[in-house]
């Protein structure tokens, strides 16, 4: 199994257009401290990536990386489909940018389907351009991400959070899913979280059986987005369980025996600064933070 980290950073990447917090100053003044919204792409057969969660920044993810470049055909991608974890706009904006694609499939579970096309009119208004396919992603059940190999995907809910543009849609527990890569065939998981409300004994059994675990680094602690004055709610008001703190998941993945790292980073969390003394702390529990372009083999 291959995964290609194409974003590591939350919503409005960094730094952000209109934002200049440290976090974003600090990446205007150092280019090597910017950050693409949190992506990765997937190998299934040499010559076939599937992208989860397809971002604003999608063309400059797949510009950034040859193995996703176009050819040896005019028109022929590498890139197969889409997996959506959620149905957030950081999440879903990069379909559009798709379109020109012969054919697009799109993996996404019943409620982010329908808010896609309910209320954004996704199929509406790309079926003229091209083709889109959908398959359902399934909870609890392992299915064949790609008939060319053996990997096989599932979903582990870990949040009813709808985003804002669907606040009236019907509650699901599977409106923000995590990932779960098997490989039959060397024996190997990666379990892909970005985003989590809860850690749940469902995602703590897959985290424990997985290899390799990204998972949502957001805020470093609870009163992060209070104290920065970007929300009046906490990180888990906001619906993403902190790094640190008697909620914090740094001391859940320091127990387990998967290679873990943190993806998702917010703005204004201190961990977009690589001098910051957050990331000792997180060394000594054996826990890393994901950086854009890393490659990692399973």
Known sequence: MLLQVLGTAAGGGIPQWNCACPGCSGARAHC??????????VRTDEGRWYLVNATPDIGDQ??????LHPGPG????????????????????????????????????????RALDERLRLSEVLTPYTGLTWRELECRGARPLDPACGLRISAVPVSAKRPRYAAGAPAHEAWVVALRLYDPAAGTSALYAPAVAEWSEELHR??????????????????EPRRTGISTRT???????PVDGPRGTAAVLATLSARCLYTHLNNTNPLVDPAAPQHKRL?????????????IEL
């Open 32 to 41: 090597c401290r910017r950050r693409r919204h949190a992506s990765l792409a």
């Open 206 to 223: 897959a985290a424990a059986e997985a290899d390799c675990v990204l998972v949502d680094g957001t805020f470093w602690d609870d009163e």
């Open 283 to 295: 060394a000594r529990l054996g826990v890393e933070v994901a950086d854009d372009g890393m490659v």
């Open 62 to 67: 797949i510009e950034a990386h040859p193995a």
């Open 235 to 241: 990180a888990t008001g906001m619906g993403h369980l």
């Open 74 to 113: 005019p028109r022929q991608t590498p890139v197969a489909g889409v997996i959506l974890t959620d149905a957030e706009l950081d999440h879903t904006l990069g379909i559009w940018r798709l379109r020109e694609a012969q054919g697009l499939e799109i993996l996404a579970t019943p409620p982010v389907r």
